[in-house]
């Protein structure tokens, strides 16, 4: 087994997302974690860049004590310099330093010649050893970097006394066939490429950064270079938590161990998002909401007979207490009897399949069944089995100036069937009128109140209403619930009728 080492950049290139703006404290917070997650090196900043930098820097140099603190530093010696003072009280120093190698960096933002940009680099990294053990060297934008250049600017570097060459795939160009064969090519052209620790740092823009990280360990590589959740400039870097999980749950392949203390990833990754308020897409890998979540019956049911039908990470080895089962239209009946039981109920096997039938047709409009949806289910079930007519199908017209109608047709328990129309000033007084109508009575409503039993736009509705017998006074009450408004207020006037007339 390789040991593969974790550098993590969020606190230096994850704050070059957009937006995102640390503060000291914060700095060191999340520093502390990334230790507890067993970071092997961390980047805590870019010294020279701010007072607020060089202060988080030297903060968490003294604030960590097994990890490896590192500094930026571009080709300057104030650079150098600056990070030096930042890091004095580290255990553990490291400096990295960066110099653009591709044509197009040398020429446009540098405008230096390739030979000055040899030159800078064994001037720089030489300077920089003669501070600091640990020298690291990025030979920046190195994906579209000529080969031949890039194995003399390494080298170069290596002479100079670097002890860690990181190639960055700077504006995320790479795809893993290609990043994977330049590692090779640096493995087969670099004289002393094992006594060198070669690093990757790879971004996001084409999608690939996880498996151009996982190309280059398939290919010499034995450290990784990320940010917790993949912040970063632009689409952001390789997400430290992907390749490291990729490596443990695959170790059969990738042959490799790491530091990370799996069990502390979801905390690791829930601290950065917040203090960085950049939230973590549902269906991100590893980390996201629905990562480890089983919408579908036929996952649901393997997930109950046996979670590695469908998990291929145990929830709890990165830290989420546990998988869940959400309920929605493609759910099966395994799930949903699992989930019923667990709320409390006891039906048989004929009010089971009712209930799921209800299910499906609710399911079918809302996006996801809630808890408080199938007590309401299963509440307005149980209650329609007890009245004595049933609502089954409301037809409405809608006028926009006049009077409203409806056609209601009912049932009763002993399978008669009635439908009848009325008009009224409003839908629901129209619909009442009808049922009026169809049960022959004349009653009194006395109360007609609307609530909403569960959250968002889809939610269901509760109607109560209360109606009163004209002679004797006597009052009744009727619940209906239901996702349409007006289907819930004619069952709720069913069951209201179905009590008076009894
Ligand atoms: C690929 C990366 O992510 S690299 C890290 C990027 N991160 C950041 O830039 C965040 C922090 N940066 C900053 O605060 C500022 O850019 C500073 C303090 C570093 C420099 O600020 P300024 O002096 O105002 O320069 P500015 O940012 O406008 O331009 C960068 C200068 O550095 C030069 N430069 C860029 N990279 C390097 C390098 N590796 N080595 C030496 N010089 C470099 C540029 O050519 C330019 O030089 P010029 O002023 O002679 O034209
Ligand atoms: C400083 C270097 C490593 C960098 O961040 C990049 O090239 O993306």
């Known amino acids: 087994m390789k040991k593969i080492q974790f550098f993590d950049t969020t606190l230096r290139d994850g704050e070059q997302t957009p937006g995102v703006n640390f503060n000291t404290e ?50 300057r010696k104030e650079d150098i310099d600056r990070a030096h003072e930042a890091l004095k009280d580290a255990a553990d120093p490291q400096i990295h330093v960066f110099l653009a190698t591709s044509d197009i960096h040398m020429k ?12 800078s680099i064994k001037e720089h990294v030489a300077y920089a050893r003669s501070k600091f053990e640990k020298v690291q060297f990025s030979p920046e934008d190195a994906t579209r970097t000529n080969k031949d250049f890039l194995v003399k600017a390494v080298q170069t570097a290596i002479d100079a006394g670097a002890t860690i060459i990181n190639i960055p795939d700077t504006v995320g160009y790479t795809n893993p066939t290609e990043y994977g064969a330049l590692f090779r090519h640096l493995r087969e052209n670099i004289a002393n490429f094992a006594d060198v620790t070669f690093s990757s740092h790879c971004h996001d823009d084409l999608g690939m950064a996880t498996a151009n990280a996982l190309a280059a360990i398939e290919n010499g590589a ?18 430290i938590e992907e390749v490291a999980i990729a490596l443990h749950i695959r170790k059969d392949f ?26 973590i897409p ?13 919408e579908s019956g036929i996952h649901q049911d393997g997930v ?30 395994h799930a949903f009897a699992t989930r019923v039981a667990e709320l409390g ?99 009194i409503l006395s109360d007609y109140r609307i609530k909403s039993v569960t959250g968002g736009e889809d939610a269901q509705a509760e109607v ?8 004797t006074g006597r009052k009744y009450n009727g619940v209906g619930i239901d996702f349409d408004v007006l289907q819930a207020s004619a069952k709720a006037y069913l069951q209201a009728s179905s009590a008076l007339q009894r």
């Open 464 to 471: 109560h209403v209360v109606v009163k017998h004209p002679e």
């Open 345 to 443: 109920y006891d039906l048989a096997a004929d009010e089971m399949n009712d209930a799921f039938k209800r299910f499906k047709v609710l399911a079918d409009k809302k996006k996801q069944v809630t808890v408080d949806d199938l007590h309401a289910l299963i509440a307005g079930q149980t209650q329609e089995k007890k009245d004595h007519y049933l609502l089954e199908n409301l037809q409405l017209q809608y006028v926009s100036s006049g009077r409203q109608g409806a056609i209601v047709c009912i049932s009763d328990k002993e399978g008669n069937t009635y439908t009848d129309s009325a008009v009224g000033a409003g839908s629901i007084q129209s619909i009442y009128n009808t049922i009026d109508r169809i049960l022959q009575q004349e009653i």
């Open 108 to 119: 446009y933002k540098l405008k230096m010649t390739p030979e000055e940009v040899l030159a």
């Open 282 to 294: 549902r269906n991100k890998a590893v980390i996201g909401a629905n990562a480890y979540a089983h």
């Open 26 to 75: 914060e700095k060191v917070q999340i520093a502390k974690q990334l230790e507890a997650y067993g970071i092997d090196v961390i980047e805590a900043g870019f010294p020279i860049s701010s007072p607020g930098d060089f202060e988080a820097v030297r903060a968490i140099a003294g604030a960590v004590s097994h990890m490896t603190v590192a500094g930026l530093a571009r080709c």
């Open 254 to 279: 990738y042959q490799a161990e790491s530091s990370i203390v799996f069990n502390q990833t979801k905390r690791t990754s829930d601290l950065v998002s917040r203090l960085s308020g950049v939230s």
């Open 222 to 239: 034995t450290r990784v270079e990320g940010t917790m959740n993949g912040i970063g400039e632009r689409a952001g870097n390789t997400a």
């Open 304 to 333: 109950l007979k046996n979670p590695d039908t469908y998990e291929i990470i145990t929830p709890s080895l990165v830290g989420v207490d546990s998988n869940s089962l959400p309920l929605g239209k493609l759910s099966g009946k």
